[in-house]
């Protein structure tokens, strides 16, 4: 089978890849257990050498792989830059804070000694989106590597060329053979690997569909899985909020990366006494935003990654407008092969799709609020908890509110970001487990007790 990448702004195929057979994901599989022992065996030091090189080697490569990522998902230039040096600066962290994460942890009791040690499991298999191809890889990987761990990748089917540039870089930086691997798969092969024994511990970042399915899969062989999935972000603005910073952050917050990442500003929700002046800035700012070829420094808003994902946005959009939303911005198609406006929806209520379902692209729910009570309602009010961010002059009420969100990372006068100093990850159906600082690495560790009598 091979599968096709249409470049987003143009429609034109940049590139088809043949999916794998049996013998050559059996041969991926072979060489990841292989590789195992050894490098679990190095010293945390000698791997934290080959992860710098590793960053050394994106900084060397940033503009061919920031390219790959235009031509593939979309991606405006400078954010492409932006996340290779992200990655580059991911490898350097945990190459310098691994040893003190991972150090055996003692513990007090009658015995002579107890204590708790952190120690690798084996192969760690990664189920990775498209909307940050190189970062979401990272996220895992960097950690995963520093443990001792091997990995394997099975990236979206649109970004191949970024999944094999990533081993490329893993490989002139002096990664073993083995040690991490591509697997070009469609979701059946997929589901083979997660159940074969060689692997011990599954990861994805993706839809709450495939975290379903993969979390089945993975539960049926009784293996530990971490899943980072959708988000509908609550941005709370309070009636002391600073507009000129609120309204610059929630046009960043919503329509970075075209408004495709799962910790974006969603759901603007406005106490009544500012929400008149802050819509009216809202839909200012947003409106001088452009559409365009992702490659000119003049586009400000990244076409969409596929054209379905664009229709699919729509027809959210299009179904709230029926129920009753207010588009004050935008809310049809752009000419472009997937481009979608800065889209604005007011008088978003229950029910309706802005509210309810995750709107993975550049759209804009305003739900109107009397006062900060209900304003915690509402932002409660959604299946899922990823983040969310509390806007207000009063920092003290804001900790208070952000307190009160149920989700992963509650951020106060700032947007939600997965900071590689931070734990990383959700609540309800945005998923378990954790992702990077010292949570991170420690989730696909052996976290072992040993009790010396």
Known sequence: MITETPNPATGQVEHR??????????????AAQTAFPEWAQRSLEQRAG???RVGEVLRERREAIAQLMTAEMGKLKGEALAEVDKCAGACDYYADHAAGYLQPEPIKTEARASYVRYEPIGCVFAVMP????????????APTLM?????????????PRCADAIADALRAAGVPEGVFGVLHIDNDQAAEVIRDPRIAAVTLTGSERAGKSIAATAGSVLKKCVMELGGSDAFVVLDDADLDKTVAAA??????????????????????????????????????????????????????????????LHRQVASSVADGARVLLGGKPGPGH?????TILDGVRPGMAAYTEELFGPVASIVRVKDQAE??????????????????????????????????????????????RLPFGGTKRSGHG???????????????????A
């Open 338 to 342: 997937a481009d979608y406006p800065a």
């Open 130 to 141: 498209w909307n940050f191809p190189i970062w979401q890889v990272f996220r895992f990987l």
């Open 375 to 420: 304003a915690v309602r509402v932002a409660n009010d959604t299946s899922f908890g990823l983040g969310g961010s509390v806007w207000t002059s009063d920092v003290e009420r804001g900790e208070r509110v952000a307190q009160q969100l149920q989700c992963g990372s509650a951020f106060v006068n700032a947007l939600v970001k997965s900071d590689v």
């Open 50 to 52: 080959v992860l710098h």
């Open 147 to 159: 443990v001792g761990n091997t990995a394997l990748l099975k990236h979206a089917v649109n970004v």
């Open 251 to 312: 046009v960043k917050g919503r329509f970075d990366n075209a408004g495709q990442t799962c910790i974006a500003a969603k759901r603007f929700i406005v106490v009544d006494a500012i929400a008149d002046a802050f819509v009216q800035r809202f839909v200012e700012a947003a409106g001088k935003l452009q559409t365009g070829d992702p490659n000119d420094a003049a586009t400000t808003l990244a076409p969409m990654a596929r054209q379905d994902l664009r229709d699919a």
């Open 17 to 30: 890849q043949e999916l794998m057979g049996a013998n050559t994901v059996e041969a991926i599989l072979h």
């Open 434 to 452: 954790r992702e990077l600082a010292r949570h991170g690495i420690q989730e696909f560790t052996n976290i072992k007790t040993v009790y010396v």
